[in-house]
């Protein structure tokens, strides 16, 4: 008897390849712009990135601020943006291929170039490609025995989209510097036709009280919602957020002493979530009269459906580049940041930041680093979406030679489950069994043997399994003694 297989086919979108490159963008600050350098902020945005085949061509904005002291001791700022691209190669991309790419700046430094000023950027690129792809899979065989399992089989959707952020306040200021901010998605869902997304923006001010730099932190929380069709069921979500486009004006109260603060921030939003259907799929069989030759795929995927929220405050020394004493007077941490990596038990980094201080009446300043290890308790050892961002930080001498800082730390992780499914793609005819020809035959089980596994060891069903046996309790236990009749023909 020949088998049969009975097919199901179906389309479905998943992930293809994580990519990553570097790349190295400048910015050259003329000599009638430099001057002694206090802070350098650099705000990177993505502009697009498309795939052909064998390359991924992304494009960027690059927005530099920089303060300076002139030459009677006031701090300015002056700002530059550069525009830039790169690109990755690799086989596995094609035309019709989706990405997803965050941009980040992963290191900054300031050269000089005779009277000028260069500021040179490296900027991280990392890109997630998506493909559509076909799923096929056995659903029965005719003519074998068959054993048959349900499962939930995922298909990744994509959603993008933007929305702006304002923000009104009152600052102890006459003007603001330069901002510097962060954000982080703290809670993403999809709905029917749309996908809410809430968190917050970690904002840091360097400005200017009484002609001495000052820090001033705020968190501005927001909601948005984002126009997705293909959302139809109440589900979570996986999000990644980042600051295209950051402005802030201000309006000086001289009377009050006061600095009017109006924010806006143009936020960027990529995630996805995954379509379920379950599914009736052939998971093994075989044939009692030849052998069944079976093919298997397998699908693995990682459902993000948990944003784990943590606040961690640290403290500790911190190294500096500059040699500081009693006789430099601490005037401002700005521009906090955190590096950071991933680890088994949580993240391992250091935070780090622009000390603006005062020393024989002189504005220097230098950037320091305070390490960290964090343990983040209930968090899967494959959860690898973990975003760090600076809440506040402040520094201080406790002895001479001795910077100390403590820093308020916001961490969000993108946590869930990894489901596995393995399925028959393709059943096909071997070589005749060899028939038994005793009227009865004593099978010796292996321990901890499920009624399949034994079965399909015999070539007997299993019902006939339990009908020969009905004593036997599944899993064996190895001390069996299975007897198989066979009717004389």
């Not at 030459?71 to 991309?93: M, P, T, W, Y």
């Not at 490609?129 to 994509?158: E, P, W």
């Not at 869930?416 to 060899?434: D, F, L, N, S």
Request: aromatic share 6%.
């Amino acid at each position: 008897m020949s088998i049969q297989a009975q097919f199901q086919t179906g389309v479905y979108t998943r992930h293809v390849a994580s990519l990553g490159t570097q790349s190295v963008v400048e910015i050259k600050f003329s000599d009638e712009d430099a001057g002694e350098v206090a802070a350098v902020e650099p705000q990177i945005s993505l502009n697009s990135c498309e795939i052909s085949s064998g390359r991924v061509n992304f494009t960027g904005r690059l927005i530099a601020t920089l303060v300076y002291v002139d030459g009677e001791g006031k701090l300015c700022r002056v700002q530059k943006g550069a525009e830039f691209s790169h690109f990755i190669d690799n086989d596995v991309l094609a035309p019709a291929q989706k990405s997803e790419c965050a941009l980040s700046c992963e290191k900054c430094k300031v050269k000089r170039d005779g009277s000028s000023l260069i500021i040179s950027v490296v900027v991280g690129a990392k890109i997630d490609v998506y493909d559509s792809a076909q799923r096929s899979f056995v659903t029965s065989i005719d003519g074998a025995i068959c054993k048959t399992d349900s499962a939930k089989l995922h298909s990744l959707i994509n959603f993008s989209g933007e929305s702006d952020v304002d923000d009104d306040f009152d600052c102890v200021a006459e003007d603001v510097l330069v901002p510097s901010a962060s954000v982080q998605v703290l809670d993403c869902n999809a709905r029917a036709g749309v996908i809410e997304v809430g968190g917050e923006i970690y904002l840091s001010l360097l400005a200017v009280r009484d002609g001495s730099p000052v820090n001033l932190d705020r968190t501005v929380p927001f909601r948005c919602e984002l126009s997705c069709d293909e959302a139809l069921l109440s589900q979570r979500a996986y999000c990644r957020a980042e600051i295209k486009n950051l402005s802030v004006n201000c309006k000086v109260y001289e009377e009050k002493g006061k600095c009017g603060v109006e924010f806006n921030a143009t936020l960027g939003f990529f995630g996805h979530f995954y379509d379920e259907e379950e599914v009736n799929y052939l998971s093994d069989a075989f044939c009692t009269e030849s052998e069944t030759q079976l093919t298997f795929a397998e699908e693995r995927i990682k459902l993000d459906n948990e944003i784990k929220v943590y606040s961690e405050r640290v403290s500790g020394l911190c190294a500096s580049k500059a040699k500081l004493d009693y006789t430099c007077a601490f005037l401002a941490a700005a521009l906090p940041k955190a590096e950071y990596s991933r680890t088994e038990k949580g993240v391992d980094g250091s935070v780090t930041a622009t000390l603006l201080y005062d020393k024989s009446g002189e504005i220097h300043s230098t950037e320091v680093n305070m390490p960290f290890s964090i343990e983040l308790a209930g968090l899967s050892q494959d959860c690898k979406n973990v975003a760090v961002s600076v809440c506040g930080v402040s520094l201080r001498q406790r002895a001479e030679g001795e910077c100390e800082g403590e820093a308020v730390l916001k961490i969000t992780a993108a946590d869930g489950e990894t489901r596995i499914v393995g399925y028959v793609t393709e059943a096909t005819e071997g070589a005749p069994k060899q028939a038994a020809t005793c009227a009865v035959s004593v099978y010796i089980p292996a321990a901890g043997d499920g009624l399949w596994e034994t079965a399909k060891r015999l070539s007997e069903s299993p019902e006939s399994i339990k009908q020969s046996n009905p004593d036997l309790n599944f899993p064996l236990t190895g001390k069996e003694r299975i007897l198989i009749y066979r009717p004389k023909v």
